[in-house]
């Protein structure tokens, strides 16, 4: 059932066909929305390199949206409201992508103003992107009934979401739920931030794909290795992943390791939180009960009072990698409809 986006605490106009648009580290995922909640149409490209700065990344979303626009429009829909656009790191309320580490570094990019000179005048709302996938999932995926949930997507870094006691949770300026930067081990591994230390370097794909090199070159995760093409020095948290799931014994501990970090930085959550329901999306999920029963077990070891309180669930997202799209698409129905001919 989609639920109305007034539910969380989100101001909704009239219905209308939206676009929604994630920019990951990796690739750039854009969808068309019905107003009922049906996927009409999907592009990916990849992303530009980060060397290639802001430019390349405006070259690309403009040419997927014009892409999706005019195959709407070929296809007889002309109720197109408005663009949602989901990314990574600090996003102000005013569209403004104030430092993206895993994207383009520290930079100021009037990501709205500028996209929307772009679409020529199509509204264009600018969100992060796991608070976009939060959205989603709380709506349209793993989050059911519940009024307080957290979200975490893994995947070249951390991204997370917080609803509370029914609401989206923003923050004061809109960086709420960085939870990839809370530090978990003080003077750590150096994180893209420039801190040391942060749950990211511990529990992303971005941190299984670093183990698993390490591993790799002492001579162990030979199965990874061999996806990898051979090369230890080559290994990525997919291939850990694909070996693990293969029945790789190296590629299962790896992903204990990173599920045990995982289960750390939820319970730090919970703590803080007490949602009703955990919810855990982004590429590495994709490795399922090998990584959500280690990080179950931490999680409920280390819970304050574990054994004396209700344990909220650690559950997959179900939207998978199309959440902070759909959420994207879902955000941009808070701006009025505007008409095409
Ligand atoms: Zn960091």
């Not at 002492?218 to 693990?244: L, M, S």
């Not at 939820?266 to 029963?293: F, H, K, W």
């Not at 819970?303 to 209700?310: D, F, S």
Request: charge should be negative.
């Amino acid at each position: 059932m989609l639920l109305s986006l007034e539910s969380i605490g989100l101001k909704a106009k009239e219905m209308s066909t939206t676009i929604g648009v994630d920019i990951g580290g990796t690739k750039i995922l854009a969808l068309a929305l019905s107003s009922e909640g049906k996927i009409l149409l999907e592009r990916r490209i990849s992303s530009p390199p980060r060397s290639k700065g802001p430019g390349a990344l405006f070259e690309g979303l403009e040419a997927v949206c014009k892409d999706l626009l005019s195959s709407l429009i070929d296809d007889g829909i002309s109720d197109i409201g408005a663009v949602g656009i989901g990314a990574p790191g600090l996003i102000d309320r005013n569209g403004v992508m104030s430092y993206a580490p895993n994207l383009l570094g520290a930079v100021r990019v009037e990501l709205r103003t500028e996209l929307e000179r772009r679409l020529e005048g199509i509204p264009v709302v600018v969100d992060n992107d796991a608070t976009l996938a939060t959205i989603a999932e709380h709506l349209l995926g793993a989050g059911g009934e519940a009024l307080n949930l957290v979200m975490v997507t893994l995947g070249t870094g951390i991204g997370g979401g917080i609803v509370s006691d029914g609401k989206i949770r923003r923050g004061a300026h809109g960086f709420a739920g960085e939870v990839g930067h809370m530090v978990v081990v003080r003077d750590g591994i150096l994180c893209t931030c420039g801190n040391h230390g942060c749950w990211e370097q511990y529990a992303s794909g971005s941190a299984l794909g670093r183990i698993g090199r390490e591993a790799a070159v002492r001579g162990r995760a030979k199965a990874a290795v061999a996806i990898a093409g051979g090369d230890p020095t080559a290994v990525t948290g997919e291939h850990v992943t694909a070996a693990a799931l293969d029945g790789d014994r190296d590629s299962i501990e790896l992903l204990e390791e990173v599920g045990s970090w995982l289960g750390l930085g939820l319970s730090n959550l919970a703590n803080l939180l007490d949602p009703d329901i955990l919810v855990v999306g982004g590429g590495l999920i994709e490795a399922g009960e090998l990584l959500l029963r280690p990080a179950t077990a931490t999680f409920q070891e280390m819970l304050e009072g574990g054994r004396m309180r209700p344990k909220p669930p650690i559950v997959a997202a179900t939207l998978g990698e199309r959440a902070g799209a759909i959420g994207a698409a879902l955000i941009a129905r808070e701006n009025p409809p505007l008409s095409f001919s």
